[in-house]
């Protein structure tokens, strides 16, 4: 892929999500695992909008929500706005978190490849993705009970009381905002202690991958009690094992994706996105106003689910309702 093929998506993230003004302090968070290409591009564009750029390489992390060196945490404390160019997410960070505090703006573009930069999600119209996410949002913030099922079995109880909704749908241009490319979802942290259910046979799970043999999780009282199944349900519970307490926390997210150009391909970053789509995390629920910090937070993917908020369907089948209404 050439960067002038990339170009467009590399001005949009400096003019669209993130603003920029001249003389502002820009760092591109890295890691040795995502394309320099599109580091050397975000680099160029960013001086040619007369910003400072600072690009901080780190090794990869080992998944959503664990902490970066302290050194890369200073940089985005120093930092104007922030271009997150991770192969996992640092929105579920304290790093991340403080930096927001101190009046930074963060565009979110882990796990983005070349090929993402020209097509699917990244080439949305997002007046179109922001007026569909608002709309998700008013429905989980006016929301005190969610159901969420599909046609593998998951059924799942949440309670939304009190909790705000959280729209990202690609802006991110005032200080202590944070949002991405692609972009497009309604998130909700939902009551901590009061999720119960089943997960059955999800499309997937961060960290672990597409979900390719039989999985079945067991919520009560807001905590991962069971996991069962093949390599990948033993994959998780190692992982959940070394980790925090807080890692069994569920569910540290209920999100409804809003963005109709965003692909049915197995990465999390777009998938997620996806309008009609719904996905689900584990952990640190922190920055979505939840009370659980945890050094982990994995989204799990599902398809064709219906979503219920008080007893009325936001999406039924994966047909987003929602979308069409109000």
């Known amino acids: 892929m050439m960067p002038a093929q ?7 993230i400096m003019e669209q999500v993130l603003g920029v003004r001249p003389g502002e302090r820009l760092v591109i968070v890295t890691d040795f695992e995502r394309p ?42 120093e930092a104007d706005a922030i271009i997150v160019q991770t192969s996992h997410s640092m929105t ?8 927001l505090r ?28 922001d007026r569909i996410t608002r709309r ?13 099922t599909t046609p593998e079995g998951t059924n799942l109880q949440m309670d939304l009381t009190g909790r705000p909704g959280f729209g990202l749908s690609g802006f991110a241009r005032e200080p202590g905002q944070f949002s991405g490319l692609p972009d497009g979802e309604a998130a909700i942290a939902p009551v901590e202690g009061r999720t119960s259910g089943v997960l059955i046979n999800p499309y997937l799970i961060e960290k672990i991958g597409q979900v390719t043999e039989p999985f079945r999780m067991e ?17 998780l519970n190692a992982i959940l094992d ?57 989204d799990i993917i599902l398809l064709g689910p219906t979503v219920t908020l008080d007893g ?10 929602f979308a069409r209404n109000g």
């Open 136 to 148: 998700g949002v008013a429905l989980l913030t006016a929301a005190s009970a969610a159901r969420v």
């Open 219 to 235: 919520v009560a009282g807001g905590q991962i009690i069971r996991i069962e199944g093949g390599a990948q349900a033993q994959m």
């Open 102 to 129: 101190t009046g930074a703006r963060v565009c979110n573009i882990r796990e983005v490849d070349e090929e993402m930069m020209v097509t699917g999600g990244m080439t949305a119209d997002y007046a179109q993705v």
């Open 6 to 12: 990339m170009a467009a998506t590399a001005k949009r």
């Open 36 to 77: 320099r290409s599109i580091t050397d591009l975000l680099t160029t564009t960013a001086a040619s909008y007369g910003l400072h750029p600072v690009v901080v390489t780190m090794p990869s992390r080992e998944m959503g929500g664990e902490e970066p060196p302290s050194a890369v945490a200073a940089a985005m404390r």
């Open 242 to 298: 070394r980790k925090d307490p807080g890692g069994r926390n569920f569910a540290a997210e209920l999100a409804l994706g809003t963005n109709p150009a965003c692909r049915l391909i197995p990465k999390s970053r777009e998938i997620k996105k996806r309008l009609g789509q719904a996905h689900v995390a584990l952990g640190d629920n922190l920055s979505l106003a939840g009370t659980v910090e945890s050094a982990i937070h994995l």
């Open 92 to 99: 579920h960070t304290n790093a991340e978190r403080e930096a």
């Open 312 to 321: 009325r369907a936001a999406v039924k089948d994966g047909d987003p309702l």
